[in-house]
C-alpha cells in the first residue's frame, strides 16, 4: 500500500465514524470555532491565559533574564580581568554582584 492509499484509506475511515452528537451540525459552528480559538490581538495578549502563550511568556522571560545575567557577568568579567582596574565604579560592581548572585 503506498502512502496516498494508506492516506485515502484513513481519511475513509475517520468519515465513516459518528459524531459524538447524532445533531447536525449548526451552519456557523466552524467561524464561531475559529474566533474562539483565534490568537489575541493587540494589548489583550497580555491577558492571555491559554497555556500554549502562558509558555511562551515563561520561555521569553527565562530567555531575557538569562541575557540579562550574561550581560551581567560579561562586566563582573571584565571589571576582574585586570588589577586596579576603573572598568566599574565600586558600588556599581557590588551592585551587578548582588544581582547574578542567586544565579
Do not use: H
Request: one cysteine or more; charged letters at 15%.
Amino acid at each position: 500500500m503506498t502512502l496516498a492509499q494508506n492516506v485515502e484509506f484513513r481519511d475513509a475511515d475517520v468519515a465513516r465514524r459518528e459524531l459524538p452528537n447524532p445533531l447536525p451540525r449548526p451552519p456557523d459552528e466552524l467561524a464561531r470555532l475559529e474566533a474562539a480559538w483565534a490568537p489575541p490581538k493587540g494589548l489583550s495578549f497580555i491577558t492571555e491565559v491559554n497555556n500554549i502563550y502562558v509558555g511562551l511568556f515563561y520561555i521569553g522571560t527565562a530567555m531575557m533574564f538569562a541575557a540579562l545575567g550574561g550581560i551581567l557577568s560579561v562586566l563582573m568579567r571584565s571589571q576582574l580581568a585586570f588589577p586596579d582596574n576603573d572598568f566599574l565604579e565600586l558600588s556599581t560592581y557590588n551592585q551587578v554582584f548582588t544581582c547574578t548572585a542567586p544565579c
